[in-house]
């Protein structure tokens, strides 16, 4: 059995997919056995739903000691799912290509510092891109710079929203993060 810690800031819509695929077998042989938030956040509701070990561990100083001594040993996977805060280098180096994030774009386009939630799809449609999508990666201490795992885009149409091109982004988030994490497991 696999070892999954999902790390959150919000209400935990992407942690629920994982959850559920786990409970499936869509994420097969993997379980998720930690949620930590760095606020306060439905997500952390989600884990208790699911009797996860959940803890909160507001950013703030030794946020990264704090965050490495929560993780379990056995951890074979950090997910980060609508996770707002940036990992310490530290972090990073002790779980080097065992942490994936997803981010609302189509990387390496509109990452970066400032790029997430609203801001990364009013900046796509300001910019006039033709397509957005989401993109499964690797974490490491440049921001949304690691290697991609996986990616799927999405045709922007002409009366596009910031809030429907979100909604039809998370959709595709549903659709590849399961698999990009099975990707990872397997490698």
């Given at each position: 059995?696999?070892?999954?810690?999902?790390?959150?800031?919000?209400?935990?819509?992407?942690?629920?997919?994982?959850?559920d695929?786990?409970?499936s077998?869509?994420i097969?042989?993997?379980?998720?056995?930690?949620?930590?938030?760095?606020?306060?956040?439905?997500?952390?509701?989600?884990?208790?739903?699911?009797q996860?070990?959940?803890?909160?561990?507001?950013?703030?100083?030794?946020?990264?000691?704090?965050?490495?001594?929560?993780?379990?040993?056995?951890?074979d996977?950090?997910?980060?799912?609508?996770?707002?805060?940036?990992?310490?280098?530290?972090?990073?180096?002790?779980?080097?290509?065992?942490i994936?994030?997803?981010?609302?774009?189509?990387?390496?386009?509109?990452?970066?510092?400032?790029?997430?939630?609203?801001?990364?799809?009013n900046?796509?449609?300001?910019?006039?891109?033709?397509?957005?999508?989401?993109?499964?990666?690797?974490?490491?201490?440049?921001?949304?710079?690691?290697?991609?795992?996986?990616?799927?885009?999405?045709?922007?149409?002409?009366?596009?929203?910031?809030?429907?091109?979100?909604?039809?982004?998370?959709?595709i988030?549903?659709?590849?993060?399961?698999?990009?994490?099975?990707?990872v497991?397997?490698?």
């Open positions: 059995m696999r070892n999954l810690v999902v790390l959150v800031s919000g209400s935990g819509t992407n942690l629920q997919r994982i959850i695929c786990c409970e077998g869509e097969p042989d993997a379980k998720v056995t930690m949620v930590i938030a760095d606020r306060d956040c439905y997500a952390l509701q989600r884990a208790e739903n699911h996860i070990k959940s803890k909160l561990i507001p950013r703030g100083k030794d946020f990264s000691q704090k965050l490495l001594d929560e993780i379990p040993e056995n951890t996977l950090i997910i980060l799912a609508g996770f707002l805060s940036i990992l310490d280098k530290s972090v990073i180096e002790q779980f080097e290509r065992k994936i994030n997803i981010h609302p774009a189509l990387l390496p386009k509109f990452g970066g510092k400032g790029m997430w939630g609203m801001n990364v799809h900046a796509v449609l300001q910019a006039g891109e033709k397509e957005s999508g989401a993109t499964v990666h690797f974490v490491t201490a440049g921001i949304d710079e690691g290697e991609i795992i996986l990616q799927k885009s999405v045709k922007i149409e002409d009366n596009e929203t910031p809030k429907t091109l979100a909604e039809k982004v998370h959709q988030e549903y659709e590849i993060f399961p698999k990009a994490i099975n990707e497991l397997k490698s």
